[in-house]
């Protein structure tokens, strides 16, 4: 351990300023404690989600009334945004569990800052993305078909198609991710429950911290639990998009049977995370002060981070091209030709623009330490992330073999009004996040700062 | 609980809790009172402190265990259903492959061990820990809610063959922390 102490691979400290415990416990439960503090972007962003929400509900209820003839999907493009959205938001929750469980595998202290946030927006980007398939079923209230369970009606789903092992992948991941949570939360939950006054705060902290009391037993238990969880969801997260990329792989149609699609949508699963976690760190640092937390440095290396799933994404759009070549055969090659200049080649070239030129700029410090910069680049990752699922599924479907069964695909209201609800869902559930749960992982924080704080520098040279 | 023992009129005592402003200090205590015999002790502290449970010797490897046999029977569940829906229950031809088409069968068999294991994970940890337990003897210690936050603690429990009220008392004090407390014992 005692290499990882010093910081690896800059001068800046991961914890900058003269801190103590108490002082690094204040900073972060100091937000959930005051809650008349909350910044007024608090307001307006929560607002801005609520009203969303609303959007959400009614196209809900709209869908549910109506059937899914309301949404553009059509014959020959019977998936369409469900999926699409499906894949974006399930995407996104990748990058929580890459920071919270194989950062920590491979004992990147830096994680430690920003783990809690990230896991966080694992579990909102799940739930919006497990509403689409359960939605696109048509009959959402018997979605509980889609499990395995004795029935009269003798029946049981297909284990050999890829949309079952996707029932188990997302509810596995859903839960895994649920439990990791909350497993890093009880700590710091029992430092709220020793520190609020409030009655009703403290026995609902009291109650989630499960009665922690920090025995050096506990923790080491505790820590043996911690680890290993870390070591399951590492390989859960890449089977889990895996598993929705075979989705397609493992049908015939042009554009989706790839051997390159498993690994090509897990880095960008990573991309896209990535730049959502940056996209609401970035203001969040500020508007509630953690920057001495998530310094510059965090940034720096997200933005690493972000660049090379960016490149390995982009490598896997050079190689369908190549593969369209070099497989000489006819049906590839159309649906690349198709991409480039077909009906929906404004949408390629965009891709192509945001997720493998606009990202280059990462590649210079200055540029990774330009808070503006790095945001709008992530947005435009968000993006592009989004057209890439959009180029793969309706624009793949709607030229396939036959010219006799070509089609269009047009988005109605609906598509978009689910689209930018699931958003506003996940902003609402951010934000109210932030104020009722600790957002960095106090305890973590505090163990790092016991190793690298200056003072100890100067013990381990005398005994040295 | 039955740590509680008898002392002559005062309160029943849980043990007696010494308080340290820094890890290392708890460290080396916890150390010293392996070292003098005590066997029922344990130390508190704000976030896991590397190399106590060893200055402690206190040893547990169940949790590894638990994992491990949760994520086989997990395995052998995934699997099972599988086999017994497609082979026994509903065998269906699907381009001509086996009814047993064990290859197809990896997926769901891996999620299931992983989510066997991790609900094992948690499950047993808490349950090990003796959690939730909303109420503990501890709790009542003066200065205990630093715990949580800034402050190290150990407690020699009553309920140590070798524990004595001035004895203990006296040795927690030779170890250096700020204060020593009596722990009351939870009423019965």
Redesign the interface.
């Known amino acids: ?1 005692a290499e990882t102490l010093t910081k690896p691979h800059d001068e800046e400290p991961l914890i900058e300023g003269n801190q ?3 002082s690094l ?1 204040e900073t972060v439960a100091g937000v959930v404690q005051r809650q008349k503090d909350h910044p007024k972007a608090w307001f307006v962003a929560f607002v801005l989600g609520f009203g969303l929400v609303n959007v959400l509900l009614l196209s809900i209820t709209y869908l549910v009334y109506m059937g899914i003839g309301i949404w553009g999907n059509n014959q020959p493009v019977a998936w369409s945004f469900d999926i699409i959205n499906f894949v974006w938001w399930i995407g996104i929750g990748h990058a929580g569990t890459l920071i919270s469980a194989i950062l920590l595998l491979m004992r990147q202290e830096w994680r430690t800052s920003i783990n809690r946030f990230a896991e966080a927006m694992t579990i909102f980007a799940v739930m919006c993305a497990g509403m689409y398939p359960l939605l696109h079923t048509g009959r959402p209230w018997v979605a509980y078909w889609l499990l ?1 369970y004795p029935n009269i009606l ?7 198609s ?1 949309l ?2 996707d029932v ?2 997302v509810s ?1 991941y859903m ?2 991710s649920i ?2 949570w ?2 890093g939360l009880v ?1 710091d939950l ?2 709220l ?3 609020v006054k409030n009655r009703f705060a403290k026995v609902l902290a ?2 989630g911290s ?16 911690y680890i ?2 870390a070591g ?2 590492t ?2 997260v890449l ?1 889990v998009h895996t ?1 929705v990329s ?1 989705d397609f792989a493992v049908s015939i149609l042009p554009g989706w049977q790839a051997t390159i699609f498993p690994p090509y949508f897990v880095a960008g699963a990573v991309y896209a995370g990535f730049a959502m976690v940056l996209t609401f760190m970035i203001p969040m640092r500020r508007w509630y002060r953690i920057e001495h937390l998530v310094t510059m440095n965090h940034i720096d290396w997200m933005a690493k981070i972000m660049l090379t799933t960016g490149l390995i994404v982009f490598y896997g759009y050079i190689v369908e091209v190549f593969y369209a070549w070099y497989s000489a055969n006819p049906y590839e090659q159309f649906m690349m030709w198709n991409r480039w200049h077909g009906p929906y080649a404004p949408a390629y070239w965009l891709l192509i623009l945001c997720n493998g030129v606009i990202p280059q700029l990462l590649w210079s410090k200055k540029n990774r330490r330009n808070l503006k910069l790095v945001f709008a680049v992530s947005l435009v990752v968000s993006l592009g992330m989004w057209l890439e699922r959009f180029i793969i599924i309706p624009v793949s479907l709607h030229r396939d073999f036959l010219p006799s069964s070509w089609g269009m695909y047009y988005p109605t209201i609906w598509d978009f009004g689910m689209f930018f609800g699931t958003i506003g869902f996940f902003v609402m559930m951010m934000f109210l996040f932030v104020r009722f749960i600790p957002m960095i992982s106090i ?2 924080v ?2 790092l700062w ?1 190793r690298i704080r200056p003072q100890r520098a100067e ?1 381990k040279e005398v005994e040295a | 609980m039955s740590h509680a023992i008898e002392v002559s009129q005062g309160p029943k005592v849980y043990g007696y809790i010494a308080e340290f402003e820094e890890a290392e200090q708890l460290v080396q205590a916890a150390r010293k009172t392996a070292e003098a015999g005590y066997r029922d002790f344990d130390a508190y502290s704000p976030f896991p402190i590397h190399g106590l449970p060893e200055a402690m010797r206190f040893k547990d490897a169940r949790v590894p265990w638990i994992i491990f046999f949760c994520g086989v029977i997990g395995a052998i569940v995934g699997y099972g259903l599988q086999y017994y829906v497609t082979v026994f229950d509903y065998p269906m031809n699907v381009g001509g492959r086996p009814n047993h088409s064990w290859v197809q069968y990896i997926p769901i068999t891996f999620e299931c061990t992983v989510l066997f294991a991790a609900l094992g994970a948690v499950v047993g940890m808490f349950g090990l820990n003796g959690l939730p337990r909303p109420y503990h003897p501890v709790f009542e210690a003066k200065n205990f809610e630093r715990a949580s936050e800034d402050r190290f603690f150990l407690v020699i429990e009553a309920s140590d063959g070798k524990f004595d009220a001035e004895a203990t008392r006296r040795f927690l004090e030779s170890l250096g922390p700020t204060e020593v407390n009596l722990v009351e014992a939870e009423e019965v």
Do not use: C
């Not at chain 1, 003798?154 to 050999?160: K, L, N, V």
């Open positions: 351990m103590t415990y108490a416990t395995p003798a029946m049981w789903p297909q284990p050999r890829p079952v092992w188990f992948a596995t839960t895994v439990l990791f909350y497993t700590p029992a430092t429950r020793d520190r009291g109650m499960l009665g922690w009391r920090g025995s050096a037993k506990h923790w080491m238990r505790y820590e043996q639990a290993i969880l399951l969801s390989p859960l089977s598993i075979f305890f973590e505090r163990e016991s013990v």
